[in-house]
């Protein structure tokens, strides 16, 4: 996968030969043979119709929001009504996936399922109308060799597909114990699952999820990672989990509770695994399994792991057990071979799916069976919080629960879920309009606390108002002494016209840019330096709205005296009147006097001005921008912040997929398409 922003990209050097083969680009490293050419001609051919580039949202959670980030992977299409596979990374958090077919058609797709555990994800295309697709086959892994000729074919740094030439370097790479656990998603471990087909053909970001393929043009590989070699998923495995995921939607796992290592390297003995620990109340300890146990067989299968290459296979017939009948295990202990009974119960996934909620300024997730025994916890009950917002609800409350703690309990009701307490939540929230104090019991670790958070969305309220005064439509700053004595007038004091705002007294009276103030109704200005730039402002302000003032006025060595009416002070751009979308994460206010003569917009100018986007938000992710006028939305027109509201709140009520914004920006006007994901 490839995330979309500015990255520096580095070139690899070397020879590159490139064919076109229809849309599809070919690179090969070197000359190949005619024969050879022909074969992967073939192969690219049978797979091309079912390759797919996928442009995803993808949502992740942090500092009590969900951020929207946008990412390209690639797929292949495994079934005639439009299943597909990639990679969890590629997809597993998609709140919006398009997918680019061979021939540039787009269709979209929903995500179907997907399992971090062994990075595979599965897809369905939503085309608008019933059809079938030309479906990739998949070969049999299991039978590639070393020297097998490859192709990794996907969309290398989101470019259009491409392809490119290898041969099978490692059928059995696994990341090297020396470098930790380098594969985690979700907290899970992929090399616990997987052992990768290591290949020397060239992948990108963006290839994630494409497949490699022999010359049969058969799927026999995910592409997955670059780490010196390139790496793919085995296909058999990718399959098995494509078809569990399109049956169930899940992967359903065993779980024991114990775990294993190699044995040492000192052993003499090839048998078995080594058993390095049990969780107390597991499966493990009730069947009398102790750690130091050589476990030798498990369902009457040899468990041998003398090297890491070994340990996948293991961890596959372990969490393929069948869910609650009891498994026969051989174990070795203080030389005595000993018979244990396990029942093993479901594993569950390791993070459920997070949530944010704007009235807590949380992100959360429910607990599940594995973090619940890593949090020494004895049951699922509460709700885990994985980030808080700064300066949120949450983040204000003193003592202010953080990431990791578990939210239990709300005005003494207990809470079990985020289920329970989105709807606790919106019981509590239900018609008000200002934050309601909750008391709230969290529990750290061993201990609980009790803290008092305001929950619900603060409202925006008006900013309170300037006086409003007398005012003169100019700018000006001070005649300083440098200027006076530069203009060989050492005595000249007053103030210098910047600008003469359009179609006001100031303008119709004739000031101009460039005139000099000396005095106000006959009364001489002082002003000499910046220490008196309040001046004439502060004079001007002492006279009564609508009152006329002659000005005297030094034009082209000219002196002038000219009769200006006086108008109401504008009311500052801080002072209107502001709307905050929570859906699109944008706020917006109206547009000031002072907005429309900066913008020398026409007269009546009218729209709602972009003050803030929230970066990951469906605006953003959308391109609208701060300063920008929105003028349209779905083409009905925007006068104010108060109709774009309406506007918006009709949206959401709709649900609409597509929402078509149009924006004033600088001496441009764009129309914006926004794509949310609507909680359901």
């Known amino acids: 996968m490839i995330a979309i922003r500015a990255r520096d990209m580095k070139l690899l050097g070397g020879c590159i030969c490139l064919i076109m083969l229809g849309n599809l680009q070919v690179l090969f490293a070197q000359e190949i043979p005619t024969n050879v050419r022909a074969t992967v001609e073939a192969a690219i051919t049978r797979m091309r119709p079912a390759l797919v580039r996928i442009h995803v949202v993808s949502t992740e959670y942090r500092e009590g929001r969900e951020i929207k980030m946008q990412a390209v992977g ?32 787009e269709i979209e797709a929903e995500l179907i399922g997907t399992d971090p555990l062994t990075d595979i994800s599965v897809l369905k295309l939503k085309p608008e109308k019933a059809r079938e697709f030309i479906a990739a086959v998949f070969g049999d892994s299991s039978k590639l060799v070393v020297g097998d000729s490859i192709l990794a074919m996907g969309s290398p740094m989101a470019l259009s597909q491409s392809v490119t030439l290898g041969i099978i370097s490692n059928v059995e790479m696994i990341m090297p114990r020396m470098f930790g656990s380098q594969m985690r998603l979700d907290g899970e471990d992929v090399g616990g699952l997987v052992r990768w087909i290591g290949h020397d053909a060239s992948i990108y970001g963006g290839n994630s999820g494409g497949p490699l393929v022999n010359l049969r043009g058969e799927i026999i590989g995910i592409n997955e990672i670059r780490f010196g070699l390139s790496g793919a998923i085995p296909g058999n495995l990718a399959h098995e989990i494509a078809d569990q995921l399109i049956a169930h939607q899940k992967i359903q796992r065993s779980w024991l509770g114990f775990d294993v290592q190699p044995l040492f390297k000192h052993s003499k003995s090839d048998r078995g695994v080594l058993i390095g620990g049990v969780v107390s109340d597991s499966p493990a300890s009730r069947g009398g399994l102790k750690a130091g146990d050589v476990l030798l067989s498990l369902a009457d299968t040899p468990t041998n792991v003398r090297y890491d290459e070994q340990m996948p296979d293991l961890i596959r017939l372990v969490t393929s057990l069948p869910i609650g009948k009891p ?25 459920p799916k997070q949530r944010e909620l704007k009235q807590w300024g949380l992100t959360v997730r429910n607990l599940s069976f594995l973090t619940a025994k890593e949090m020494k916890r004895t049951n699922q009950n509460g709700v885990l919080i994985t980030s808080v917002r700064p300066g949120g609800p949450t983040g204000e409350a003193k003592p202010a629960p953080d990431a990791r703690d578990i939210l239990v309990e709300v005005q003494k009701t207990p809470v079990k879920s985020v289920e ?5 939540t919106r019981k509590l929230t239900e018609g008000k309009t200002e934050p309601t104090p909750v008391i709230v019991a969290f ?40 200027i006076a004595r530069q203009l060989e007038k050492p005595d000249l004091k007053g103030f210098y016209i910047t600008e003469v705002y359009s179609d006001t007294t100031a303008s119709k009276a004739g000031l101009k840019p460039g005139d000099f103030i000396t005095a106000v109704d006959s009364e001489k200005l002082t002003a000499s330096g910046p220490e008196h730039e309040e001046e004439f402002a502060t004079l001007i ?18 002196q002038l005296k000219v009769p200006v009416e006086l108008v109401r002070s504008p009311k500052l751009k801080r002072e209107m009147k502001k709307y905050r979308n929570e859906e699109f994460e944008f706020t917006a206010r109206n547009v000031a006097f002072f907005d429309a003569a900066e913008e020398q917009w026409k007269p009546g100018q009218h729209g709602a001005l972009v003050e803030e986007v929230k970066p990951g938000s469906w605006a953003e992710l959308g391109s609208l921008y701060s300063d920008d006028l929105i003028t349209e939305v779905d083409s009905k027109p925007v006068d104010d912040v108060d109709s ?26 764009a129309f914006l398409e926004l794509q949310p994901s609507w909680k359901r």
């Open 74 to 105: 690639s797929g292949a299409i495994i079934s005639k009504d439009g299943y597909l596979v990639t990679n969890h990374h590629v997809a597993g958090h998609g709140a919006r996936m398009v997918c680019t077919l061979w021939n540039r058609e």
């Open 327 to 351: 498994a026969k295990a051989v174990v070795l202990r203080e030389g005595k071979e000993i018979t244990c009974e396990l029942e093993p119960t479901e594993r569950g996934e390791l993070n």
């Open 420 to 424: 329970e307490l989105v709807e606790l």
């Open 443 to 482: 529990e750290r670790e061993s201990r609980r606390y009790l803290t008092v958070i305001k929950i619900g969305i603060q409202e925006l309220r008006d900013p309170g108002l300037e006086v409003t005064k007398a005012w003169l439509p100019i700018e000006t700053h001070v005649i300083s002494r440098d």
């Open 541 to 558: 302000r002492q006279y009564e709205i609508g009152a006329t003032v002659q000005l005297t006025i030094l034009r082209d060595s000219e």
């Open 644 to 669: 774009l509201k309406n506007l918006m709140d009709q949206i959401a009520k709709e649900k609409k997929d597509f929402v078509v914004i149009k924006v004033l920006r600088g001496i441009h006007t």
